[in-house]
Nanobody, 122 residues
Framework: QVQLVESGGGLVQTGGSLRLSCAAS????????MGWYRQPPGKQRELVAR???????NYADFVKGRFTISRDNAKNAVYLQMNSLKPEDTAVYYC????????????????WGQGTQVTVSS
C-alpha cells in the first residue's frame, strides 16, 4: 500500500504564507503526476496545482502568481508554497499522487492524503 501524509497547515493572517508538504511512502517504484487539491467549507474539492514527473506544472487561475508547487523525487515528496493568502483560501488541502508500484507495471494507482487544514483570518 501507499500512504500520503501532509503537513504544514495552520492558521495564518491575510497576506501571510504557509508551506505545505506531502510525503509518500510504501510500495512505490515511481510517482507520476502529484498535485494539491482543496475543499473549502461547504464546497466541492477543486484542483489547486499539479506537477508532472518532468516538472511541468499547471495552476488553478485563483492561485496563479501566489502559489508554487514543487517536488523532490528522491524524497517522494511534493510541496506547495502559498503566499499572499486570502480568507477565500481557507480549506482542507489534500495531496494526490499517481503511483507506479512495480518496475514493469503500466498500471498507476491514485492516492489521496488525509488532508491538512489551512485557515486564513481576515
Amino acid at each position: 500500500q501507499v500512504q500520503l501524509v501532509e503537513s504544514g497547515g495552520g492558521l495564518v493572517q491575510t497576506g501571510g504564507s504557509l508551506r505545505l508538504s506531502c510525503a509518500a511512502s510504501g510500495s512505490i517504484f515511481s510517482i507520476g503526476t502529484m498535485g494539491w487539491y482543496r475543499q473549502p467549507p461547504g464546497k466541492q474539492r477543486e484542483l489547486v496545482a499539479r506537477i508532472s514527473s518532468d516538472d511541468t506544472t499547471n495552476y488553478a487561475d485563483f492561485v496563479k502568481g501566489r502559489f508554487t508547487i514543487s517536488r523532490d523525487n528522491a524524497k517522494n515528496a511534493v510541496y506547495l508554497q502559498m503566499n499572499s493568502l486570502k480568507p477565500e483560501d481557507t480549506a482542507v488541502y489534500y495531496c494526490n499522487a499517481d503511483v507506479l508500484r512495480r518496475r514493469y507495471s503500466t498500471t498507476s494507482y491514485n492516492y489521496w492524503g488525509q488532508g491538512t487544514q489551512v485557515t486564513v483570518s481576515s
